[in-house]
C-alpha cells in the first residue's frame, strides 16, 4: 500500500515537482482551437484542500497483540514549530471541539490518545508545505516569502489534528518566517461544512446509517470481511468493518508498525473494500447524497472563485491562498463531484488544490486543478486547463447554498417521515 509509507510520501512529492514542471508547458483552449501559452497567463488565486497528515488510529482492533503507540511518536520536529491562534469563524473564541473530547476517551496501548497527529504526520505536513512553497514563492513568484495575513486565509476543522497539520503546512511554506499573526478559523461541529456533517443533516445521517448496513451485505464485501477478520484472529462477532481495519492499517503501516502479519497480508482487499463500501454509501448517481455531504463546502469555494474574478469585490475581501484542512471523507466525495476519484483511498498529506489564471491579453479565466500533486481533467473540462465557466458548471451540479442544504436535510427529513 505504497501511499502510506514514509518514503513513498517523499516519492510522490519528488513526482510532484515534475509533474509541476511539465504543467508550464504550453495547453490549448477550448475546443483545442488555438494553444493558450502559459507565459500569457498570469495566477490570480489558488485554493488547496488538504487532508491531515499520520495519526494514530481513532479505534483500536479487538486483537491479541496491540501495537504500542509510544508518546514518543508525538515529538514535535523543531522546524514545524509555529505560533498560531484560532478563532471561531467571526473571530471570537475558539469552540469547543466534542471530536477531542471523544478522542481523549480512548486510550491506546503506549499511552497515546487516539486520533492524535504523529510526528510523522507532521514531517508529511511540513513537506507538503515546501512543495506549496516551491511552486508559489520559487518556482512563480506569487506569494510572499514569509506569510502575510491579506494574502493567506486559513481554515481548518476543529479537531487538534488538523489544527497542528495546518501549522506545520504553514511552517514549510513560509520556513517559520511571518509578517503578522496567524489565525486558523474553525466552526462549531454543529454547523461544520468541511466534512459530511451527519449531526446537521438528517436525510444525510439516515440515507448513510441505511446503506452501510447494506453495504456490509453486498456480495463479495462481506466474504471479504469474514476472511479479513478470520485470517486476522478477529471474532466474528465483533463490530469491525473495512472502514476501521483500514483506519488501523495504514496508520500502522506509515509508522513502520505492525499488529498482526495478516493485516499486511490483506492491505490492498480492505483499502478497495473500503473505498468500495464509501461508494455504496455515497452513490455518486444519488445527486443529493453529494450535495449533502460536500455542497455547502463546494459553495464556499465556488463563491472564493467568484469573488477573485469579479472586479467589483473590495481587495480586502480577497485571498491569494486559501487553505482548508479537511478530513478523507471530505475529500472522496469531493473528487466525485469534480469527477476525478481514482478508487484509492485519500492518504494522509494529500492536497486537492485549484489553481485561478487569467490570460492577460484576451482576459479569460481558466482553473487547473491538482490532485496529489498530479494534473487533473475535471468532468465537462476539455482539457486540463479548464475555461472557467465549465469548471464552475461542474461544480454547479453538486454546489448548494446554506439555504438549499437546509432545504435538502429537512426535506429529507419530511419524506422519510411521510414514508
Known amino acids: 500500500m505504497r501511499v502510506w509509507a514514509p518514503v513513498g510520501v517523499l516519492a510522490s512529492l519528488v513526482y510532484g515537482f515534475h509533474q509541476r514542471r511539465v504543467a508550464l508547458a504550453e495547453h490549448r483552449a477550448a475546443g483545442g482551437q488555438r494553444p493558450v501559452a502559459r507565459s500569457l497567463l498570469e495566477l490570480k488565486m489558488v485554493q488547496v484542500v488538504f487532508r491531515h497528515g499520520a495519526r494514530s488510529p481513532l479505534k483500536p482492533l479487538p486483537l491479541e497483540e496491540q501495537v504500542e503507540w509510544n508518546p514518543k511518536l508525538l515529538e514535535i520536529p523543531p522546524q514545524t514549530q509555529f505560533d498560531y491562534t484560532v478563532t471561531n469563524l467571526?473571530?471570537?473564541?475558539?469552540?469547543?471541539?466534542?471530536?477531542?473530547?471523544?478522542?481523549?476517551?480512548?486510550?491506546?496501548?503506549?499511552?497515546?490518545?487516539?486520533?492524535?497527529?504523529?510526528?510523522?504526520?507532521?514531517?508529511?505536513?511540513?513537506?507538503?508545505?515546501?512543495?506549496?512553497?516551491?511552486?508559489?514563492?520559487?518556482?512563480?513568484?506569487?506569494?510572499?516569502?514569509?506569510?502575510?495575513?491579506?494574502?493567506?486565509?486559513?481554515?481548518?476543522?476543529?479537531?487538534?489534528?488538523?489544527?497542528?497539520?495546518?501549522?506545520?503546512?504553514?511552517?514549510?511554506?513560509?520556513?517559520?518566517?511571518?509578517?503578522?499573526?496567524?489565525?486558523?478559523?474553525?466552526?462549531?461541529?454543529?454547523?461544520?461544512?468541511?466534512?459530511?456533517?451527519?449531526?446537521?443533516?438528517w436525510g444525510l445521517r439516515e440515507k448513510t446509517r441505511g446503506r452501510k448496513k447494506a453495504a456490509t451485505l453486498q456480495p463479495g464485501i462481506s466474504e471479504d470481511l469474514e476472511k479479513v477478520k478470520a485470517g486476522?484472529?478477529?471474532?466474528?462477532?465483533?463490530?469491525?468493518?473495512?472502514?476501521?481495519?483500514?483506519?488501523?492499517?495504514?496508520?500502522?503501516?506509515?509508522?513502520?508498525?505492525?499488529?498482526?502479519?495478516?493485516?499486511k497480508r490483506f492491505a490492498q482487499v480492505i483499502e478497495q473494500r473500503a473505498v468500495d463500501t464509501a461508494l455504496y454509501i455515497l452513490q455518486q448517481e444519488d445527486r443529493e447524497s453529494i450535495q449533502m455531504a460536500v455542497g455547502p463546502f463546494l459553495h464556499v469555494l465556488k463563491g472564493n472563485l467568484l469573488n477573485t474574478v469579479d472586479p467589483a469585490t473590495p481587495p480586502n475581501k480577497t485571498r491569494k491562498l486559501y487553505l482548508y484542512a479537511t478530513h478523507d471523507v471530505t475529500l472522496m466525495p469531493l473528487l466525485m463531484a469534480l469527477g476525478i476519484f481514482d478508487?484509492?483511498?485519500?492518504?494522509?498529506?494529500?492536497?486537492?488544490?485549484?489553481?485561478?489564471?487569467?490570460?492577460?491579453?484576451?482576459?479569460?479565466?481558466?482553473?487547473?486543478?491538482?490532485?496529489?500533486?498530479?494534473?487533473?481533467?475535471?468532468?465537462?473540462?476539455p482539457e486540463k486547463l479548464c475555461p472557467l465557466d465549465k469548471f464552475l458548471n461542474t461544480m454547479s451540479v453538486y454546489t448548494v447554498s446554506p439555504e438549499k442544504y437546509h432545504t435538502l436535510c429537512s426535506h429529507a427529513q419530511a419524506r422519510e417521515l411521510r414514508e
Open 343 to 381: 478508487h484509492k483511498w485519500p492518504p494522509f498529506a494529500v492536497d486537492l488544490t485549484m489553481e485561478l489564471y487569467q490570460h492577460q491579453e484576451s482576459k479569460e479565466w481558466f482553473v487547473q486543478v491538482y490532485y496529489h500533486g498530479e494534473e487533473q481533467v475535471p468532468r465537462g473540462c
Open 232 to 263: 486476522a484472529g478477529i471474532n466474528g462477532s465483533d463490530e469491525v468493518d473495512f472502514f476501521v481495519l483500514l483506519d488501523n492499517v495504514a496508520a500502522e503501516q506509515v509508522h513502520s508498525l505492525l499488529s498482526c502479519p495478516a493485516l
Open 90 to 201: 467571526a473571530g471570537g473564541p475558539k469552540p469547543q471541539s466534542p471530536y477531542d473530547t471523544e478522542y481523549h476517551g480512548t486510550t491506546l496501548k503506549g499511552g497515546v490518545f487516539a486520533g492524535q497527529l504523529t510526528k510523522v504526520g507532521m514531517q508529511q505536513m511540513f513537506a507538503l508545505g515546501e512543495r506549496l512553497r516551491k511552486n508559489y514563492v520559487e518556482d512563480i513568484p506569487f506569494l510572499s516569502p514569509v506569510f502575510n495575513p491579506q494574502e493567506v486565509f486559513v481554515r481548518s476543522t476543529n479537531m487538534f489534528r488538523n489544527l497542528e497539520s495546518t501549522r506545520c503546512l504553514l511552517a514549510g511554506l513560509f520556513q517559520r518566517q511571518k509578517e503578522g499573526p496567524i489565525v486558523i478559523h474553525t466552526d462549531e461541529a454543529s454547523s461544520e461544512v468541511l466534512y459530511p456533517n451527519y449531526r446537521n443533516c
